[in-house]
C-alpha cells in the first residue's frame, strides 16, 4: 500500500463534495464500484464521518494478496478506545473494497514508528489486519460502519492491540506499567501507547457515560439534567440508527426495482430493434412487389389488343403467346420438347402392352428418347440460371431507379 494520493479536508461540507467528485468520476481514473452503489457508499461515509470526525474519507492504492492493485476509497485516522476510565485514541485504516456493502470492509491498525502491536492478540494479526465477529457476522443492509466501529472500540477496550516502545532515558525515573492479569509485562517491556506525538493525543477526555459519579458538593439541578440531556441523547442516537437501517432497507428495495427496469427497459429495447428490422424486411418486400406489379402492369398494357381477337376462328395458337427474348423462347421450346417426349414415351408404354410394338422395339425408342429428353432438360436449366442472372440484374437497376 501507498500513500493516499488525495486528502479532503476535514470540514463536513467539503467532505460531501470531495466524496461526490471521486465517486463520480468516469473512465480510466474511476473508482471501481458500481452506480448502484456508489450513492450508498457516500451516504455510510458521511454518517461515519459524522459520529466519528476523526476518520477522513481518502483515496489511496490498495494491493491484493494476487499483487493486483486497484485505486479505493478508506477512511484513515483513529478511533476511541476506553480503557481503565481513560480514553485513547487508536490509528485504523478502513478499507473499502470493490464488494462493499455487500462484504464488510477491510481494517487494518496504523502503528506510528514508536508504537508495536501486541502479539499475539485475539483481533489483530501480526500485519495489522483486523478481524472481530462483526466483521464475520456481516449481513447488508443491517450492518453499517458506525455499529461496526463501536464493537471495535468495545473490542479493543478489553484488550488493547497497541503498546509504545520504551526509548532509553538517561534519568530514569520509576513508571508505572499496566497489568492484564494474566501475563504481566516485565519492568522494562512494553507499555500501552498513548500516542503522545503526532495526530495522536496522548489522552482524551472520557466521554460523558464514562465519568465518574458525582460528588456530594455538585449541585442536584446540575445532576438531573445532566443525566436527562445523555438519556435525550441516547433516545435520539437510538432512533437516528432505526432511521438509518429503515432508510437502507428502503434504499435496497428501490435498487432492486431499479433493476427489474433496467431489465425490462433492455427487453423493450429488444423487442424495438426487432420491430425495426422487420420494418426494413417488409419495406424491401414492398419494393420487390411494387417492381413486379410494373412488369405485370406493362405486359397487360402491351397484350391488351390481342384479347380483341380470341372470339375470332382464325386464331393462331403458336402466334397467341410471344417471347420477350431468346433465353424465354428457347426455354419453351425445351420445355415443349420434354413435355412432348413424355407423352411419346407414354404412347409407347400402350403400344406395348397392347402388343402393336414389339418389346425390342420398344427399347430402342424409349433410348433415343431418353436422350432427347435429358439434352433438352439441361439445355432448360442452363436457361434457367441464365435467367435468374438476368432478373438479378435488372431488378438491382430498378432499385437504383427507386432509390434515387
Sequence with gaps: MVPPSSTPPPNSQRTLQFLSSVLSQRGPSSLPYTEDTKWLIRQHLLSLVSDYPSLEPKTATFTHNDGRSVNLLQADGTIPM????????????????????????????NPTRDMIIKRPHPHVSPSGLVSIPYLHNWIYPSSNLVDFVVNLSSAFSLDPPLYSQRRPNPNPTPSPSINYGHHPPPPQGPRLAHFAAGPYPQRVQ????????PTSTDDVAEVYKRNAMNKLAEMVHGDIIGMRK??????EGLFSAQAVLRRRE???????????DEKEALEQQLQFVSMNTDVLDSWIRENEGKTKNLGKNNVNVDETIHCVDVLSKQMLDCTAADLAIKDAVYSLDKAVQNGAVSFDQYLRNVRLLSREQFLHKATAAKVKEAQMQ????????RISHFVS
Aim: hydrophobic residues 40%; charged residues 20%; glycine residues 4%.
Design 82 to 109: 476506553p480503557f481503565r476510565g481513560v480514553t485513547y485514541n487508536i490509528p485504523v485504516i478502513i478499507w473499502f473494497m470493490e464488494s462493499y456493502p455487500r462484504y464488510p470492509p477491510a481494517v487494518y491498525v
Design 206 to 213: 472520557p466521554p460523558k457515560q464514562l465519568q465518574a459519579p
Design 246 to 251: 429503515a432508510r437502507e432497507v428502503e434504499m
Design 266 to 276: 433492455e427487453e423493450t429495447n429488444k423487442g424495438l430493434k426487432e420491430m425495426q
Design 390 to 397: 438476368a432478373q438479378v440484374a435488372n431488378m438491382a437497376s
